[in-house]
């Protein structure tokens, strides 16, 4: 089954077809009832005038399509694509007012998602792109709306496996929609070239700290801890080996006391 859903996911140019067929011929929910479990599920109108959760799975899954070329795992990020909202179907409600939610999607449907690619007998590495991919798939266009900070898009960026390929799918998921909305790419990838840039700068190791005088202890993990937290926020080398120092006297005085 994997052979067949790779061939649909890399080779097609409408991914959507042999998910739409396989609904029309009611044989969905062998091998993919996560998936099925989305139709019928509404989505907040104000964001989602294109239908229900399946009908934006199936425009993101096409939208995929068109950048699975440019992908660090091609077959990983039309995966995520196409499993990046399986949350819905276990979270969304609706208020009072009538509005439609769907608050953490992205984390509950963790478990449907971990169970759809061990259905699919996919290997750790593969598994944790995908699952890593869903966890975190709103963060760039909410990082975009806010016009957040150096420091904030670096943390997001850290936590991504392959964050060129979470940018893309944020900017699918944005335009898998009605209204779209894709406007968050050029923010995004100014971003995502500042961390590239700081990343491949000098940064302190944990032979660095003991060459300047620490101990090898349990504490040195937490001060590599925090001078890899100054390497995000932009700090040269130096800087980070100077206040990580200054972090560590304070961290070990308290302890000692």
Known sequence: MLTELENALLKSERPSAYFEQLRAAEQLGGWFPELKALIGVMQNREYHLEGDAWTHTMMVLDEAAKRRGRAENPLGFMLAALCHDFGKAVCTTVSEDGR???YE????GLPA???FMERLAADAELTGYVLNMTELHMEPNKLA???SKLKKANRLFDRSCAPYDLIQLAVCDG???LPQCGDTEEF??????EFTEIMARPYVTGQDLINAGLAPSEELSEILGYAHKLRLAGLDKEDQLRQS????RSVLKIRQH
């Open 105 to 108: 999607h992205e984390t509950l």
């Open 100 to 102: 439609v939610h769907s």
């Open 113 to 115: 998602v971990r169970q």
């Open 188 to 193: 995004l990838m100014r971003r995502y070239a």
């Open 175 to 177: 335009l898998g929609k």
């Open 145 to 147: 709306a806010t016009g």
């Open 245 to 248: 120092l200054a972090y560590a």
